[in-house]
């Protein structure tokens, strides 16, 4: 067994290379470690690039519960549960279930983290010198049909409610967005009628990236240019020893001074038999990309009644939608990808058969919060179940992390956070 750097970061999607670079720049060796380049394996690939200060709220709550129905993809909605699934989902469906009664509490710990996110990504771009790959100019959401103006009404009002933001949609936007999706009929699809009534409201508060996966990279790369270094191994167990570490892949074992572990959905194997509950479950994104084709405005949209974000990126469109929850080792359902295809193109988007495609699984823990902690009495450390947020948190985890490696009191409190909570 070979001693090597002071903190391994096992994981590399933008939350291990966030902590890297987070520790890099106090000084610290580091050893990032992953099975894949940095940002290539996870859901830090393919992801909406969205900066998301308004979902300050956790996903379980009484209303969806009452009526998760009306999400399911077989009814046109995001949400897949294949049944094969639904005997090991049942016990993650409870704990989401039981969430929902705590769902005040849950935001009054998540959104502190959540609002300053724009503002703590761009200061972070500007350390690592790529200021250009964030845009600070919120994002649209839209709805069709007659009852489209009381629906983005009541968001706006549910908004308020929360400190987000939020202004109707400029007409322009509105009038490309309605010109764009009539097109749609001239080629016989089925979709609303021509004259549909079109309402969005702009979040003036959030923010998009250019490319999710150069957001990693940059975050890697600080790290490396602070001494960080990088290896390709697959960590597949964890040892806590006295006062040290030891980490073992089937390659060999090595000991560290601290570790901290930041695998997404693949946690549970790693944490699990050093006695901590981690009841994870993979939701599984698709997005199909258009290459070349132009943007109706430079900020992304979210069609509400479609569950499709469309997102403004670098020479492409990137559309992300779907809730699938069919395990880490299932296959992509490539009739995701056909139907995400033809909603965009009902939409009016360019979109052939060719776009091409990508599925990652979105690390979700049952109350939606995060998980943020340090095992007891050990110097194993964790940043794990960012669900669909980890792009917009990776910064603050970051700094969250290095504040318990130094001993620090954490700027937040995390204490929700400790998967000690199952």
Same mark, same amino acid.
């Given at each position: 067994?070979?001693?090597?750097?002071?903190?391994?970061?096992?994981?590399?999607?933008?939350?291990?290379?966030?902590?890297?670079?987070?520790?890099?720049?106090?000084?610290?060796?580091?050893? %990032?470690?992953?099975?894949?380049?940095?940002? !290539?394996?996870?859901?830090?690939?393919?992801?909406?690039?969205?900066?998301?200060?308004? *979902?300050?709220?956790?996903?379980?709550?009484?209303?969806?519960?009452?009526?998760?129905?009306?999400?399911?993809?077989?009814?046109?909605?995001?949400?897949?549960?294949?049944?094969?699934?639904?005997?090991?989902?049942?016990?993650?469906?409870?704990?989401?279930?039981?969430?929902?009664?705590?769902?005040?509490?849950?935001?009054?710990?998540?959104?502190?983290?959540?609002?300053?996110?724009?503002?703590? !990504?761009?200061?972070?771009?500007?350390?690592?010198?790529?200021?250009?790959?964030?845009?600070?100019?919120?994002?649209?959401?839209?709805?069709? =049909?007659?009852?489209?103006?009381?629906?983005?009404?009541?968001?706006?009002?549910?908004?308020?409610? %929360?400190?987000?933001?939020?202004?109707?949609?400029?007409?322009?936007?509105?009038?490309?967005?309605?010109?764009?999706?009539?097109?749609?009929?001239?080629? =016989?699809?089925?979709?609303?009628?021509?004259?549909?009534?079109?309402?969005?409201?702009?979040?003036?508060?959030?923010?998009?990236?250019?490319?999710?996966?150069?957001?990693?990279?940059?975050?890697?790369?600080?790290?490396?240019?602070?001494?960080?270094?990088?290896?390709?191994?697959?960590?597949?167990?964890?040892?806590?020893?006295?006062?040290?570490?030891?980490?073992?892949?089937?390659?060999?074992?090595?000991?560290?001074?601290?570790?901290?572990?930041?695998?997404?959905?693949?946690?549970?194997?790693?944490?699990?038999?050093?006695?901590?509950?981690?009841?994870?479950?993979?939701?599984?994104?698709?997005?199909?990309? !258009?290459?070349?084709?132009?943007?109706?405005?430079?900020?992304?949209?979210?069609?509400?009644?479609?569950?499709?974000?469309?997102?403004?990126?670098?020479?492409?469109?990137?559309?992300?939608?779907? !809730?699938?929850?069919?395990?880490?080792?299932?296959?992509?359902?490539?009739?995701?990808?056909?139907?995400?295809?033809?909603?965009?193109?009902? *939409?009016?988007?360019?979109?052939?058969?060719?776009?091409?495609?990508?599925?990652?699984?979105?690390?979700? *823990?049952?109350?939606?919060?995060? =998980?943020?902690?340090?095992?007891?009495?050990?110097?194993?450390?964790?940043?794990?179940?960012?669900?669909?947020? =980890? %792009?917009?948190?990776?910064?603050?985890?970051?700094?969250?992390?290095?504040?318990?490696?130094?001993?620090?009191?954490?700027?937040?409190?995390?204490?929700?956070?400790?998967?000690?909570?199952?």
């Amino acid at each position: 067994m070979e001693r090597d750097h002071t903190v391994a970061v096992v994981g590399a999607g933008v939350i291990g290379a966030a902590v890297a670079y987070a520790l890099a720049r106090e000084g610290r060796a580091i050893l %990032l470690l992953d099975r894949a380049e940095p940002g !290539m394996a996870g859901a830090s690939f393919g992801n909406a690039g969205h900066i998301a200060t308004e *979902l300050v709220q956790p996903l379980p709550s009484s209303d969806l519960l009452f009526g998760f129905w009306r999400e399911l993809s077989v009814f046109g909605g995001a949400l897949d549960i294949p049944l094969r699934r639904i005997p090991m989902f049942l016990p993650w469906a409870w704990r989401f279930a039981a969430a929902a009664t705590h769902r005040a509490d849950n935001t009054h710990h998540l959104a502190p983290l959540v609002k300053p996110a724009v503002d703590q !990504m761009a200061r972070w771009l500007a350390e690592v010198g790529r200021p250009e790959l964030l845009r600070k100019n919120g994002h649209v959401q839209v709805w069709f =049909g007659p009852r489209a103006d009381a629906r983005a009404a009541e968001e706006a009002r549910a908004m308020e409610r %929360l400190g987000i933001p939020t202004q109707a949609a400029p007409s322009e936007i509105l009038q490309l967005i309605a010109h764009q999706s009539a097109r749609s009929l001239e080629s =016989g699809t089925r979709m609303r009628p021509s004259n549909a009534r079109v309402a969005g409201l702009w979040f003036l508060g959030t923010a998009h990236v250019l490319d999710p996966l150069r957001i990693v990279q940059s975050f890697a790369a600080a790290a490396f240019q602070r001494g960080a270094s990088f290896e390709r191994t697959e960590v597949r167990a964890i040892e806590p020893l006295d006062g040290r570490v030891a980490l073992h892949s089937s390659a060999k074992s090595l000991t560290v001074d601290a570790v901290v572990v930041c695998t997404g959905a693949w946690t549970a194997s790693l944490l699990e038999p050093l006695g901590l509950r981690v009841p994870m479950e993979s939701a599984r994104g698709y997005h199909v990309e !258009m290459p070349g084709h132009p943007a109706l405005t430079d900020t992304p949209i979210l069609y509400v009644d479609s569950r499709i974000y469309v997102t403004p990126m670098e020479g492409r469109l990137r559309a992300t939608s779907f !809730m699938e929850f069919a395990g880490n080792q299932a296959a992509a359902d490539p009739r995701k990808l056909v139907q995400l295809r033809k909603r965009l193109g009902d *939409l009016g988007y360019e979109c052939d058969a060719g776009a091409p495609g990508w599925m990652g699984p979105r690390p979700v *823990l049952p109350d939606y919060l995060p =998980g943020i902690g340090r095992l007891e009495r050990t110097s194993i450390f964790y940043a794990v179940g960012h669900q669909h947020i =980890g %792009l917009t948190l990776a910064p603050v985890t970051g700094e969250l992390i290095s504040d318990l490696v130094a001993n620090r009191q954490p700027r937040h409190d995390i204490s929700a956070f400790d998967l000690r909570r199952f």
